[in-house]
């Protein structure tokens, strides 16, 4: 039933509705009037201040101008100025130091050191008034003037090195270089320039100008592994930094800019003219005269000889690195930073390693055209027995063992044939060795021939570069379209490269069977010890054993380290080894082969010969060789089989020395080498070994010990004339006698080889 609402209540309902509009459009009204009144009060007052005209444009807009873009400026500062605040969140900043490491080797014996062992226990003013003034005549003249930066020594320094089309001078004040010692990199970017920046303002603020200093004469690199001026000064000269001269505070103060290139123990002429430099700079900035400076230029600082301490710098590298990442998965609350690490080097196996690489560059370097050389020699279970990184670590720190990624050639066809016979393939599979083409692109023999029917061991045995493209295709196991089935083909070899341990890019391109993508060293060397190892998979490592200073463990690699996995099944790996033997016993590695102990392997050379490549390995290891130039300009025509067959061959004969030679899953042990001819026998009899049949070597050069022999002899000769030379100031001089050979001591296997006239230079003799 509908309700009827009776006339005086719809009255009411009416007469609220109108007062509460009445009340709604009368503050409405209210509002806006007195909005409108205020907007003329504050009109009426803003006219006092009006400035019209060549005033308005000459000051008022600028100033309007400044203000906004100043606002905007301040803004972009704030946000640019948090990443590096984040460096500063650490409370403990000041304390926390660099991890300090002492390595040994396999067996405990001190090998090296890496990172930042503080020692601030001398005060400044114990620093010799020579070091400072030369510290901040070369490095930061207006050091005591700015506020942690140099704006006009900034300024300078652009224009210098614009003027010059390159960096010669400097911006950075010594503050920066503190501030990026402490909390930043190395990196060359504008990010870490601006963070460098608002941090060195940042220490302006809480630290004195004299703190600042002492903590950047404290904690700079030094060369030499050495941190801190007072560490290079018992390293460079074995003195306390108390107890430095002006020559040799002058070739300290030069080591700031550039601690490697101007090491007094690496090239002690670049490290004079450097302090001859840091002096012209203390006479320039008023800080000494020519005077006081005249003695020191002509007595130069002499540094300690320190030739004889090899340290294996690119292996302490690698380990350093490997230690870093260690340290940052141990727990949070872990707070020391100083460890003793006992790695997996073997001396004996590195020194031969280096030894042999310099040999064979010094006599056929030149005339292979091929300037470097890296090689890794790995356990079965990964741990890197020697490394070498390049020729001189003194010439260039860039490890080309575990940094550089270069062209692997044909020793990357064993991923492609484990991956064959992961897929149905057999040893004795027949492939026909004949013409194919992905594209535009066809693959060509060395020959330029082909070789018909073949079966996958003698495929790989000789090198045939057109098998593994096959291969590749057939794998996919698409017969409708080639080019799909050579796709999926290289996916799954990829994923079987993964699985042993490549963890290169390997973009997949048509050339990727026979070797054309990048790979390290490192990787490639460890990657082969799946086929050892029946077919399990193991990661590359240095350290074996982590304590702390005191001697507590924190960690071992064989509790704590990754475990191996299962990448290939057993089978697979014995056939691979089985078909890879032949590669040195009738292939192209036949250099490679070792008297007694299995062995197995391939070569790999890459298009123009720019790498030349042998990676094998034997029951007991496995070791990579890497041939070739860092601009990647061709040698002259090497081939993996040539020197890096060669310097595989005296590295691993070095390794097996004293060791309990292991079987070889599907080669067994090895056997004896034939005899070589009379003529051979007769070279092997007096100790050389088999000489490379290449074209003839370069002239006859010294080996680098024999190099050294014969400095310390020279260094022997002149002590023993100045000694004999001597006469009182009252006696005429006397002729200095002759020093008779009889009283030279040489090494017992020290030998002077001859060369026979066109023939090629002999290997050095192993000592």
């Known amino acids: 039933m509908r309700r009827i609402i009776p006339d005086g209540w719809k009255r009411r309902i009416n007469n609220l509705r109108l007062d509460l509009d009445a009340r709604f459009d009368s503050t409405l009204f209210s509002t806006y009037v007195g909005a409108r009144e205020l907007y003329e009060r504050f009109s009426t007052f803003m006219d006092r201040f009006y400035v019209g005209r060549w005033k308005r444009w000459v000051f008022i807009e600028p100033l309007s101008e400044a203000a906004t873009i ?8 704030l946000a640019l100025a948090v990443p590096a605040f984040r460096e500063t969140a650490d409370e403990d900043w000041l304390k926390k130091s660099d991890l300090a490491v002492t390595f040994l080797d396999r067996y405990g014996n001190p090998i090296g050191s890496r990172g930042i062992k503080h020692n601030d226990s001398i005060p400044l003013e114990d620093f010799p008034d020579s070091l400072i003034k030369a510290t901040l005549a070369t490095e930061d003249r207006r050091f005591y003037d700015h506020f942690g930066i140099d704006i006009s020594g900034t300024l300078r320094a652009l224009v210098t090195n614009a003027q010059a089309g390159g960096v010669r001078q400097g911006g950075s004040s010594i503050t920066q270089q503190l501030a990026k010692n402490l909390f930043l990199s190395n990196e060359r970017t ?80 670049a490290a004079r003219a450097r302090a001859n430099q840091v002096l012209d700079n203390l006479v320039d900035a008023g800080f000494m005269t020519e005077g006081q400076v005249f003695g020191a230029r002509r007595n130069p600082a002499t540094a300690v000889d320190r030739r004889e301490e090899n340290s294996p710098n690119y292996y302490l590298d690698y380990a350093f690195d490997e230690m870093r990442k260690l340290v940052d998965t141990f727990p949070k609350s872990y707070n020391e930073r100083v460890f003793v690490v006992r790695t997996a080097i073997d001396m004996n196996v590195q020194h031969a390693a280096e030894d042999t690489i310099e040999n064979e560059l010094r006599q056929f370097g030149r005339d292979y055209h091929a300037t470097q050389a890296a090689t890794v020699v790995s356990d079965l279970d990964g741990g890197i027995r020697a490394m070498v990184g390049g020729r001189d670590y003194g010439a260039s720190q860039f490890n080309r063992a575990t940094d550089a990624y270069r062209q692997p050639g044909s020793s990357f066809k064993p991923y492609v044939y484990t991956t064959a016979l992961l897929n149905g393939f057999k040893p004795s599979s027949i492939v026909v060795d004949g013409p194919v083409c992905l594209g535009n ?42 080019w799909d089935s050579a796709k999926k083909g290289r996916a799954k070899i990829v994923e079987v490269a993964r699985r042993f341990g490549i963890k290169a890019p390997l973009p997949d391109t048509p050339s990727l069977p026979i070797g054309a993508d990048a790979v390290t060293v490192i990787e490639h060397a460890v990657a082969y010890a799946t086929f050892p190892n029946r077919g399990k998979a193991v990661t590359p490592h240095a350290v074996l054993e982590v304590r702390t200073g005191s001697g507590d463990l924190v960690w071992r690699y064989d509790r704590d380290g990754p475990k191996p996995t299962q990448a290939i099944p057993a089978s697979v790996a014995a056939d691979m080894a089985g078909m890879m033997s032949h590669v040195v016993s009738e292939g192209t590695a036949r250099r490679a082969a070792l008297d007694g102990i299995p062995t197995a392997g391939k070569t790999g050379t890459t298009n123009n010969y720019r790498d ?9 290891f496995t070791c990579a060789v890497w041939y070739g130039n860092d601009d990647y300009s061709p040698t002259n025509r090497m081939t993996g089989g040539a020197l890096p067959a060669q310097t595989w ?16 899953s599907g080669v067994g042990m090895g056997t004896k080498l034939p005899t070589p001819p009379a003529s051979e026998a007769a070279v092997a009899a007096n100790g050389a070994p088999k000489v490379l049949e290449v074209k003839p070597g370069p002239p006859p050069v010294l080996t680098k010990r024999g190099a050294d022999i014969l400095v310390q002899i020279e260094k022997m000769l002149d002590d023993a ?31 002077a080889a001859a060369v026979p006239d066109g023939g090629p230079a002999p290997f050095p003799r192993k000592n």
Request: with cysteine; net charge positive.
């Open 721 to 751: 004339g100045r000694t004999v030379g001597k006469t009182s100031s009252s006696d005429p001089p006397q002729p200095a006698r002759p020093v008779s050979s009889s009283s030279l001591a040489f090494p017992e296997n020290f030998v």
């Open 441 to 482: 692109w066809c693959p060509q023999n060395y020959g330029h021939s082909y070789s018909g029917a073949v079966t996958l061991t003698q495929a790989i045995t000789h090198s045939i570069n057109v098998v593994p493209v096959k291969l590749s295709i057939a794998i996919g196991n698409n017969p409708k379209n080639q």
């Open 70 to 77: 100043g606002l905007a400026g301040l803004i972009l500062l």
């Open 190 to 269: 504008i990010e870490r320039k601006i963070n460098e920046a608002f941090l060195a303002v940042w220490l302006e603020t809480r630290l004195t100008k004299n703190e600042i200093l002492k903590l950047y004469l404290d904690r700079a690199y030094m060369g030499g592994g050495t941190f801190g001026v007072d560490g290079a000064a018992h390293f460079y000269f074995n003195k306390s930094v108390r107890d430095v001269t002006l020559a040799e505070a002058a070739m300290l103060a030069g080591l700031f800019k550039a601690p490697t290139k101007y090491a007094p123990h690496i090239n002690l002429p």
């Open 612 to 620: 030349a490549w042998f990676v094998g390995y034997t029951g007991n």
């Open 649 to 664: 061959h005296d590295i691993m004969v070095a390794a097996h020395e004293g060791v309990e030679i292991k079987e070889l």
